[in-house]
């Protein structure tokens, strides 16, 4: 029997449908080729740390996973111990006390909590504002939930902070939402209590749900360390503050992370978790309690691994003329291109040359055009060699 041919097209939503490629499917093929050509590849493409977990996460995780009762279906919104942790951890870190039961979710990742937060708030036509460039998630999972995005353009000048008084002129009726990053990627900026108290200011005079982004929260450089948006007094009601464990620990293959905000807010991305969701995996919510307790040199060792990658990369560029500064927080080299070539053009030269993997800015928003992302994803011997790689063909 001859059956009707099928036409996807005609199936998939326009919200699909409206997203570009995700750039680091491109950056992951473009390795891929790369690597098939026989070049000796070295990726600085994506966000995927190569440190690993401490051992003793490791040993709890091993630990943990004998224990046949941690098998079972976890508990939706987090394990009460682990979401205790956290918040003697948040109390510690930041001197904010949270409610564990009522202001701490458990994530399977901070990316998915971003996403569904706009299946939470955004009805068709609502706006969410998207800082320009950012982590690609934002605005995807807008455009999924059938919302817009009104973009904030993140300049040098303003140290690489959305505009508010800027912002505060344009039409922001219809605006539920207000996404911020610090430490930044790929600016590598971080914000301080002031910046974030505008952030709250703003929220209020236009009255926004802050959906605060924290995920490299704990890697800062040259002592700076990063604020939370929950230290400015009178935020958390209207503030979801997303943490992860994938960078800080590099527990990035668990997929594991938390949100801490105001309990109504708590209540309503929870809704939206109990659906898509059903809860991290306890072998790992348990594991994860050894490194919210791992003594803070074990995280300095982190930062500073990460430091000495920055000063070789950052000393490195500069020397071959580019134009950049160096980043306080995160895993990124934000590098303005001093070459006539866009983004993805300077992207895949790079690759054809040297055998670099990076990112190019556009694919972070249309104001990283002109700009490379360098992950800081290899140790100091192969960022050497890349640097020495570049001297030699690009100079
Ligand atoms: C800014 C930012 N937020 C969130 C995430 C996602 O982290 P997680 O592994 O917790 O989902 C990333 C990962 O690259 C990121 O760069």
Not at 324 to 337: C, N, Q, R, T, Y
Request: with cysteine; hydrophobic share 40%.
């Amino acid at each position: 029997m001859m059956r009707k041919s099928f036409n996807i097209d005609d199936k998939i939503s326009s919200r699909l449908k409206n997203l570009e490629e995700y750039v680091f499917f491109e950056v992951a093929k473009a390795k891929e080729e790369a690597i098939l050509s026989g070049k000796d590849v070295i990726d600085l493409g994506g966000g995927n740390p190569d440190l690993p977990p401490h051992p003793r996460i490791i040993e709890a995780l091993k630990k943990e996973a004998d224990d046949l009762e941690n098998h079972r279906h976890p508990i939706y919104e987090g394990l009460p111990e682990l979401k205790k942790a956290i918040g003697l951890w948040f109390g510690r870190r930041f001197g904010v006390s949270v409610d564990p039961e009522s202001e701490i979710l458990i994530l399977i990742g901070s990316k998915e909590g971003l996403s569904h937060v706009n299946l939470a708030f955004i009805d068709r036509g609502d706006e969410v504002l998207i800082p320009n460039p950012a982590y690609p998630p934002y605005r995807r999972s807008v455009i999924l939930a059938g919302g817009k995005v009104l973009d904030m353009p993140l300049l040098r000048r303003n140290s690489w902070r959305p505009d508010f008084e800027e912002l505060q002129r344009e039409d922001l009726s219809k605006a539920k939402l207000l996404f911020l990053n610090y430490p930044n990627n790929p600016t590598g900026a971080l914000a301080d209590e002031g910046f974030f108290e505008k952030a709250v200011d703003f929220a209020e005079e236009n009255e926004l749900v802050i959906c605060h982004d924290m995920a490299y929260s704990e890697i800062t450089f040259d002592g700076n360390r990063a604020v939370s948006m929950l230290q400015v007094p009178g935020a958390r009601e209207r503030t979801l503050e997303f943490h992860s464990f994938s960078k800080t620990y590099g527990m990035t293959g668990w997929r594991l992370g938390f949100v801490v905000g105001g309990r109504e807010l708590i209540k309503v991305l929870r809704n939206v978790e109990v659906t898509v969701n059903s809860g991290a995996f306890h072998v790992l919510q348990k594991a994860a309690m050894a490194a919210l307790s791992l003594p803070d040199e074990a995280i300095g060792e982190v930062r500073q691994t990460y430091q000495e990658r920055r000063d070789i990369l950052v000393n490195g560029l500069r020397e071959l003329g580019w134009e950049l500064e160096s980043p306080k927080g995160g895993i990124f080299v934000w590098a303005k291109i001093p070459y006539e070539y866009d983004s993805k053009t300077m992207a895949r030269l790079l690759i054809d040359k040297t055998g670099i993997v990076t990112t190019p800015g556009v694919g972070l928003g249309s104001q990283g055009e002109g700009y490379l992302r360098f992950s800081l994803i290899v140790d100091n011997d192969r960022l050497n060699e890349a640097v020495g790689k570049m001297k030699m063909h690009l100079e």
